[in-house]
């Protein structure tokens, strides 16, 4: 071995420190960075208000209008009502619009006078069009004819309009007909709309309807998140140059974080946040109602909808501070956001305990907090904005068009950029001439940009790439308002400026400062750890190390997954806190950590959120424990202590790890089967290995039981967290807050889950394992844990039936009875009646349970494969997973890339109404298309070894947790006939911890 001298340890640990430092100083941006500002539609971020024009004479319309100049309303959104101006086909009346447009059109062409822009709502459809019982909010039958409509108004307006926002709250029953809400006949009629008003206005500027914020999950009422997604998979942002959000505030401070189960101010990022998952960053968001409601305190009326406690009201000079403080925020932190319209003007054709009073500005406190006059040239706050923005102030002689400036060929040559926030970007069109813009910030020079010889800070324009670009001139600037002053010599007539971005975060360092500190920091550490392997080898030895191997079993059980619960549920300062006492204690009882894996299975997709990242429980505490049992198991140069026999199942594990990333190498979408395979099969393989192992690390136990402690520690916290899901389940149920009715069933959904299939699929797993310790008696399984097991079965077996999963309750839990059934019955000497007894009863207990369901028609048609049932679209799809088998035998498709072939390829044109299936529901199908005939063959020889040990080791111990292991495997084959099965981490992870416990309690016999 080298000698290792004390000298060269110092150099390693200050090399490692400092470049260790230096990446995480220059990465550490990355976990906080600036959200991305949308297109230059997003520039004007004035203020306006919701206002029927309509309903005033001449001296009313101008004292009105005038008020709203006074208060900078600039923004009007006009109501247009096709029901009342084409009240039979092809009879308009025009009047009243007419009469609003001239008056507002006079008041615009006053010298010095700031301009009204106005968005036309077009919604609600005449008698004649609507279908027969609709409200005026309902949908026309033929979309075609508010097209017609739509052309109409914009060939009489488009002069006078530039911005139409096609319908209002078409999320609710209420914007909707009083029916069910319908994101693809509102898709029909926005497309109908938009290319109507673009054949004869082309400048037009469509907004989408102003989505309502709700918690509910359809058919009456969908949250508007889920609404939009729904549009964006239907590629309705092609229709639209705006999305319209409405941030009310309901009686939250605007601080308040965002949430899916929250309805608050900032609830608005969420909406950003699916626009974003669709690859959308360049449509803004427009706040067309926004707002919080400033009733009285002894508001007489009906209880306000827009308080989160009805019987707490808010004082209106409250709302009005929430008011000016969140349009703050937005101005600050959303680059995103457009305008902000106030909800109403008055209260015109409300009832006098109308709620709504409380949002009009004319009537309340509001308008005074609303939109106060700006002190000062105007600002450019967080956001992207083109060269002719009024916070960019030109010298004398300066051109500008569309989005651009040219610089005049004699001085003065100067543009003054006011501006609020700590970054400040400038885009310019280089090309072939010689240019140079000189900038200062705050009176001096900017810090972002090289200096000549005089020491004044500048940017080149010279490039014969003639190509836009984007120059940061400063960052990282205090809080607060500043100044840069550009004198630009040379560039005219090149229309140089097209614009400036203004950020309050700087992005991650990504160049080349980075990726050589990152380069030496893994050149040190590994040298630190070639120094130091013996200590981290013999870790073990260490006295502290060893008095907390010593802290008894239970406290440590206690203490990591105390610790896993505090982490979750604390803030993200104080969870980053917990991090490293939580990962230190996983590495140094890393058998505790698959126990916390296994009880964290069920919540996989609830991630925790911290600044500088998304960490998932699943992947992190399986890379912990992998190096907690390398630090034990393995010595410099040798393996100390891993002593495992090959097994079937070993090498099938392996083969499926191995031909998962030959697929995905060859997969046409790399990015997702990459993702699948690192964290299912990766992660589950890798998962079997370190079950295997077997090990407890804990001090000895008092009494040892048949069954090691390692292997109930694994199956109660597995249990555990499927009952603890369960119960969640059942108490969302009973409080109305989680279901969905199908087929004549109200089914229980998850928080977590998004089907209530996804949750039968993984509670039926469990199930087996729950029944088999609650009811068959076993001196090891003792008295505490047979009561615990059974009531989670109770609890377990509830949330099941409430899924109405067929799959689950026709086919998984009945396979999995009887297979326990007939290995239990195999091992006995001879049938005894009791048990023969037992099992009729079991199966006259499953048959009564089912009565209920055999009310519904979701199980009256489990066996229909008519056309147009569930039955004969499963038929479909498996014709076309085997056609897509065929085509593609040697490797498949790839991981998680059956979606991508089948919706565009194979789906046959009988099943065209289900194009958006990600799997084949059928888990031999599965492995096929993913992985190719060698996946299929992997599936066998799994399945094979897996039912060969499992046998050998209940011949030889028939302890009841082996059974329940059998049956899980068993629901495993048969639910998976019909659903996924495998591909889920949940039931990845799941299936080979069965596989591990049955190979390492066979090698420990």
Not at 91 to 98: C, G, H, N, S
């Amino acid at each position: 071995m080298p000698h290792r001298s004390p000298g060269w340890k110092l150099i390693f640990i200050a090399a490692f420190i400092l470049t260790a430092t230096a990446a995480g100083l220059l990465l550490w941006p990355a976990g906080r960075p600036s959200p991305a500002p949308a297109n230059s539609l997003a520039a004007d971020k004035t203020c306006g208000v919701t206002i029927d024009l309509t309903q005033y004479d001449d001296a009313a319309l101008a004292a009105t209008l005038a008020q709203l100049r006074a208060g900078g309303l600039l923004w009007l959104r006009q109501p247009v009502l096709w029901s009342q101006i084409e009240p039979e086909p092809g009879q308009f009346d025009w009047a009243k619009l007419d009469h609003v447009l001239a008056a507002v059109s006079a008041g615009n062409s006053q010298p010095d006078a700031a301009g009204f822009k106005l968005i036309a709502v077009l919604h609600t459809s005449p008698r004649w069009a609507r279908r027969p019982g609709d409200s005026l909010t309902g949908p026309p039958r033929e979309p075609g004819r508010f097209g017609d409509f739509a052309r109409a108004f914009a060939q009489r307006y488009g002069q006078q309009i530039d911005h139409y926002q096609i319908w209002h709250e078409p999320n609710l029953s209420a914007g909707w007909g009083q029916g069910y809400i319908d994101p693809i006949a509102y898709t029909q009629l926005l497309a109908e709309a938009a290319l109507a008003i673009r054949s004869t206005d082309p400048q037009a500027i469509i907004i989408s309807a102003a989505l309502a914020p709700t918690l509910e999950n359809g058919p009456l009422n969908l949250n508007e998140l889920d609404f939009l997604d729904q549009l964006y998979r239907l590629h309705a942002d092609q229709w639209f140059e705006v999305v319209a959000g409405q941030p009310f505030g309901f009686d939250l401070d605007p601080a308040a974080p965002p949430s899916a189960g929250a309805l608050n101010f900032r609830r608005l990022e969420l909406l950003r946040q699916v626009m974003l998952a669709h690859g959308d960053s360049d449509t803004p968001v427009w706040a067309t109602a926004f707002g919080w409601d400033a009733l009285p305190s002894d508001w007489p009326g009906r209880p306000s909808p827009w308080r989160t406690k009805p019987d707490h009201p808010t004082d209106p000079a409250v709302q009005g501070q929430r008011t000016t403080a969140g349009l703050a925020l937005a101005r600050q932190n959303w680059p995103w956001l457009g305008p902000a319209l106030a909800v109403r003007w008055d209260s015109a054709g409300l009832s006098a305990d109308d709620p709504a009073r409380g949002f009009a500005l004319s009537e309340t406190p509001l308008l005074a907090a609303f939109c106060p006059p700006a002190a000062g040239p105007p600002l450019a706050t967080a956001g992207r904005y083109p060269a002719t923005h009024p916070s960019g102030v030109f010298s004398p002689g300066w051109r500008t068009a569309q989005t651009l400036a040219d610089i005049p060929r004699q001085p003065p040559q100067t543009l003054t950029i006011n501006f609020d926030g700590r970054r400040l970007d400038l885009a310019v069109n280089r090309g072939d001439y010689r240019g140079f813009l000189r900038v200062t910030i705050d009176g001096r020079p900017a810090n972002a940009l090289p200096r000549d010889t005089l020491g004044r800070s500048y940017v080149v324009l010279y490039d014969p790439q003639n190509q836009l670009a984007t120059v940061t001139l400063a960052q990282n600037l205090p809080a607060g308002p500043h100044q840069a002053i550009i004198e630009a010599e040379g560039g005219w007539g090149q229309w140089a400026i097209a614009g400036w971005t203004v950020t309050n975060a700087d992005p991650a360092t990504s160049g080349p400062e980075l990726l050589l500190a990152a380069a030496l920091a893994v050149v040190s550490g590994a040298g630190l750890a070639w120094q130091f392997f013996p200590a981290l080898a013999g870790l073990r030895r260490w006295p502290g190390w060893q008095r907390l191997a010593a802290v008894p079993d239970p406290a440590q059980v206690a203490i990591i997954f105390g610790l896993a619960l505090a982490f979750y549920l604390a803030p993200a300062g104080l969870s980053l806190m917990l991090l490293a006492p939580l990962a230190l204690a996983i590495i140094a009882r890393p058998d505790i950590g698959l126990a916390l894996i296994a009880f964290s299975l069920s919540f996989f997709q609830a991630p925790k959120q911290l600044p500088v990242g998304t960490y998932w429980l699943t992947e992190s505490t399986l890379l912990l424990a992998a190096i907690g049992f390398a630090l034990r198991e393995i010595r410099p140069g040798v393996m100390a202590r891993i002593r495992l026999r090959w097994a079937g199942l070993d090498g099938a594990a392996l083969a499926l790890l191995a031909l998962g990333l030959v697929t995905t190498l060859a997969a046409p979408n790399f990015g997702v089967s990459m993702l699948e395979w690192r964290r299912l099969v990766l992660g589950s393989v890798g998962y079997y290995f370190l079950v295997r192992l077997g090990r407890d690390v804990g001090p000895p136990p008092q009494s040892a039981g048949p069954t090691p402690r390692w292997v109930w520690r694994l199956l109660d916290a597995l249990v555990a967290g499927a009952v603890l899901h369960a119960a969640i389940v059942l108490g969302l149920y009973v409080g109305g807050h989680q279901a969905v009715a199908a087929e004549g069933a109200r089914r229980a959904l998850s928080p977590v889950y998004a089907s209530p299939n996804n949750l039968a699929l993984f509670l039926d797993r469990v199930w087996p394992l729950l029944a088999v310790i609650a009811l068959l008696p076993a001196a090891e399984t003792g008295r505490l844990r047979r009561w615990l097991y059974g009531i989670g079965l109770v609890l377990v077996s509830a949330a099941l039936f409430l899924t109405y999963s067929k799959g689950a309750l026709l086919l998984g839990l009945p396979a999995g009875v009887a297979a326990m059934a007939l290995f239990y019955l195999w091992r006995q000497p001879q049938p005894r009646r009791r048990v023969a007894g037992l099992a009729v009863a079991g199966l006259a207990l499953a048959a009564a349970a089912l009565i209920p369901l055999s009310q519904t028609a979701r199980l009256r048609a489990a066996f229909d494969v008519s056309p147009g049932s569930t039955g004969y679209f499963r038929l479909k799809l498996w014709q076309s997973s085997l056609a897509m088998l065929r085509d593609h035998w040697p490797l498949g498709v790839g991981l998680d890339n059956f979606l991508y072939q089948y919706r565009t390829r194979y789906i046959l044109p009988s099943a065209w109404q289900e194009p958006n299936l990600s799997h084949p529901h059928n888990v031999v199908l599965d492995f096929a298309t993913r992985l190719g005939v060698g996946g299929a063959a992997i599936f066998l020889w799994l399945q094979s070894a897996f039912w060969l040990s499992a046998w050998r080791l209940y011949r030889r111990r028939p302890a009841p947790f082996v059974l329940g292991l059998m049956g899980s495997m068993a629901v495993f084959l048969s639910h998976g006939l019909i659903d996924n099965s495998y591909f889920l981490v949940d039931l990845a992870f799941v299936f080979f911890l069965t596989a591990g416990l049955v190979q390492a309690s066979l090698e420990q016999l």
